[in-house]
């Protein structure tokens, strides 16, 4: 938690299954009753999760893999960031970190998977992050301007912005090729997204299944020798459209700035 949003997050698997932002209430008449951009509520589900996959029979914590977590929470006070480590150890020597890291005044949070290879023989894989949300068609009515804003997912590849459309989605996959792209998941004048921190190629990919829409990240995969540690990065933004903020996570997030007109 810092001064701006409170996140909640489960140690099967490091999953983001919680996000509150502290300074928006839904109602200006209720005050502590707050935005929320991601739950678990099978009502209104949203949440980011994230992992390191291995090639063959190698060793890796997958999505639902159980951390080990030195604290239940974590606040950051009067500190200017707050680093948040879940531990994943296998037998074979393989370790995995997973540290969010939050920065006071930022609605984005880094995202560090590191894999030292403790093992024998070279390990071999990549990383994946994957935002989960519900997927529902928008009701709309003259009398609420808000419900016209666009619900749903946005990519970036690089050259330009697209918002694939549900339909498109129900017939089958959405998927992009990029080396300087994202993903967003847009709700009216808030967002959370998935923004890949370095050059490699990313493969983008959104899909409907089981009434969710499933959005994955994949980054190349790397090679790491045995007794050698690599270092796995990722921007998570969730928090409203500030252009500043969105700038500061990549200089085209900006472009969900957009209310649906």
Same mark, same amino acid.
């Given at each position: 938690?810092?001064?701006?949003?409170?996140?909640?997050?489960? &140690?099967?698997?490091?999953?983001?299954?919680?996000?509150?932002?502290?300074?928006? &209430?839904?109602?200006?008449?209720?005050?502590?009753?707050?935005?929320?951009?991601?739950?678990?509520?099978?009502?209104?589900?949203?949440?980011?999760?994230?992992?390191?996959?291995?090639?063959?029979?190698?060793?890796?914590?997958?999505?639902?893999?159980?951390?080990?977590? &030195?604290?239940?929470?974590?606040?950051?006070?009067?500190?200017?960031?707050?680093?948040?480590?879940?531990?994943?150890?296998?037998?074979? !020597?393989?370790?995995?970190?997973?540290?969010?890291?939050?920065?006071?005044?930022?609605? !984005?949070?880094?995202?560090?998977?590191?894999?030292?290879?403790?093992?024998?023989?070279?390990?071999? !894989?990549?990383?994946?992050?994957?935002?989960?949300?519900?997927?529902?068609?928008?009701?709309?009515?003259?009398?609420?301007?808000?419900?016209?804003?666009?619900?749903?997912?946005?990519?970036?590849? !690089?050259?330009?912005?697209?918002?694939?459309?549900?339909?498109?989605?129900?017939?089958?996959?959405?998927?992009?090729?990029?080396?300087?792209?994202?993903?967003?998941?847009?709700?009216?004048?808030?967002?959370?997204?998935?923004?890949?921190?370095?050059?490699?190629?990313?493969?983008?990919?959104?899909?409907?299944?089981?009434?969710?829409?499933?959005?994955?990240?994949?980054?190349?995969?790397?090679?790491?020798?045995?007794?050698?540690?690599?270092?796995?990065?990722?921007?998570?933004?969730?928090?409203?459209?500030?252009?500043?903020?969105?700038?500061?996570?990549?200089?085209?997030?900006?472009?969900?700035?957009?209310?649906?007109?």
């Amino acid at each position: 938690k810092n001064e701006m949003m409170e996140i909640t997050s489960n &140690p099967q698997g490091g999953v983001l299954q919680g996000a509150s932002v502290l300074d928006y &209430p839904v109602e200006k008449d209720k005050p502590d009753e707050v935005i929320e951009l991601l739950s678990a509520s099978n009502s209104d589900y949203s949440v980011i999760r994230s992992w390191v996959r291995a090639d063959g029979d190698r060793p890796a914590p997958g999505n639902d893999a159980i951390f080990s977590v &030195p604290e239940t929470d974590y606040v950051l006070g009067n500190r200017d960031s707050l680093s948040v480590p879940l531990t994943w150890t296998d037998e074979s !020597g393989v370790r995995v970190v997973k540290v969010f890291r939050f920065e006071r005044g930022r609605y !984005g949070i880094h995202l560090e998977q590191t894999v030292t290879n403790g093992s024998q023989s070279p390990w071999v !894989g990549d990383q994946v992050t994957q935002a989960l949300r519900r997927s529902k068609d928008q009701d709309r009515s003259m009398f609420d301007v808000d419900s016209y804003s666009f619900h749903g997912p946005q990519v970036y590849d !690089g050259k330009k912005a697209k918002k694939p459309d549900q339909d498109d989605l129900e017939d089958g996959p959405f998927t992009v090729t990029t080396t300087d792209g994202w993903y967003a998941s847009l709700q009216h004048h808030f967002l959370s997204a998935i923004v890949p921190t370095n050059d490699a190629t990313n493969i983008i990919q959104i899909r409907i299944a089981n009434g969710r829409t499933v959005a994955s990240v994949i980054d190349s995969k790397r090679t790491i020798p045995a007794g050698a540690t690599e270092v796995f990065e990722r921007t998570l933004f969730i928090g409203p459209k500030l252009q500043k903020q969105l700038e500061a996570a990549h200089d085209k997030l900006a472009l969900t700035v957009d209310y649906g007109w």
